[in-house]
């Protein structure tokens, strides 16, 4: 079993910069980052793959935020700038067990951290 710890959210406005923090409890394989804002399904933000880090974004993201991840230390990142508006959602890490597909949607994870709130503000 691996628990995952997200940190890093906060309030920040339009045009600003954030970054997100994943912690794992052990190895992990792909790691990916949703969001979810109220009465909406949970959707995908960004994955890396954890052997050769290929990465994945969801088309509105990509150019603005970059994920990352540290596998010494169990960490993912997941930096984002030009923030907007719409950004506004709580985040969410998750991991897979395996490096595999299915990075796009929520049911291809088995781990979930317990999300961090993210405020962009107008």
């Known amino acids: 079993q691996v628990q995952l710890v997200e940190s890093g959210g906060g309030l920040v406005q339009a045009g600003g910069s954030l970054r997100l923090s994943c912690a794992a409890s052990?190895?992990?394989?792909?790691m990916g980052w949703f969001r979810q804002v109220p009465g909406k399904e949970r959707e995908f933000v960004a994955a890396?793959?954890?052997?050769?880090?290929?990465?994945y974004y969801r088309d509105s993201v990509r150019g603005r935020f970059t994920i990352t991840r540290d596998n010494a230390k169990n960490l993912a990142y997941l930096q984002m700038n030009s923030l907007e508006p719409e950004d506004t959602a709580v985040y969410y890490c998750a991991a897979k067990k395996t490096d595999s597909h299915n990075y796009y949607y929520t049911w291809g994870y088995t781990y979930w951290g317990q999300g961090t709130q993210v405020t962009v503000s107008s």
């Open positions: 052990g190895r992990t394989f792909a």
């Open positions: 890396i793959t954890s052997t050769n880090e290929q990465t």
